[in-house]
């Protein structure tokens, strides 16, 4: 696949779920992919990227953008609160803010700086062990709580269990976004971005189905 025939399934998806094409982003998901799979989708025009590990967008993207201008990278991975002064001052957007040591953290950073990346809250809506998030039930009171340290979350991200349906993890997400007061769904990966559109998400993260398989060698 490629870039402009995802950018293409996209726009179709959000005409057949009679949404604008507008109000869904591609985050094409960069990690671990070989530089020049990267620069080819730059050159193609696409100004939005996904990176899951601060050290490789840390050594990736100042060089990127000197050579291409303003590009828009997304923190889309686990965030340690050890690397959310580097993930601040790289990011446009944290995905993944998923407790609230992180959270305030980001709000001292936040209050320091006198600006902060866009955040998303994930919750782990399969209620799966190893995942991280914050399970639906404690969600409503995590909004208010990030809320209450003078936080504006954009909006709320999942990544639903593997090997299932992922349309009812959708539609919950979608629900609980909802009754906290949040526009932003970041859902949908390679394998399911058009159902995500047609519950409303707001993000598709879509990394092989763009770049081609990556090679953890
Ligand atoms: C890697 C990753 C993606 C992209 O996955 P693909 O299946 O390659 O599209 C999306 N979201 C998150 C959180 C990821 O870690």
């Not at 009679?18 to 990267?38: F, H, M, N, W």
């Not at 919750?123 to 969600?139: C, I, R, Y």
């Amino acid at each position: 696949m490629s870039y402009p025939e995802i950018s293409r399934r996209i726009t179709e998806a959000c005409l057949r779920h009679g949404r604008s094409p507008g109000t869904v982003r591609l985050i094409a998901v960069s990690k671990v992919q070989p530089e020049d799979r990267v620069r080819a989708v730059l050159r193609e025009g696409h100004r939005l990227f996904g990176e899951n590990y601060v050290q490789e967008a840390a050594a990736k993207w100042p060089a990127f953008r000197a050579e291409f201008g303003a590009v828009e990278v997304h923190m889309i991975g686990p965030l340690q609160t050890n690397k959310a002064k580097a993930a601040v001052e790289l990011f446009d957007a944290i995905h993944t803010v998923d407790r609230p040591s992180l959270a305030e953290k980001l709000a001292r950073l936040a209050q320091a700086r006198g600006t902060s990346p866009q955040l998303f809250l994930q919750v782990n809506t399969g209620e799966e062990p190893q995942k991280a998030g914050v399970l639906p039930g404690d969600l409503d009171a995590f909004v208010a709580e990030v809320r209450r340290m003078d936080l504006s979350p954009q909006g709320l991200m999942c990544i639903p269990p593997e090997g299932e349906d992922p349309a009812p993890h959708f539609a919950a997400l979608a629900g609980m976004a909802a009754r906290n007061g949040l526009s932003g769904l970041s859902m949908g990966m390679s394998s399911d971005f058009e159902a995500a559109i047609a519950h409303g998400a707001t993000h598709v993260r879509v990394g092989s189905a763009i770049f081609g398989a990556r090679s953890y060698a």
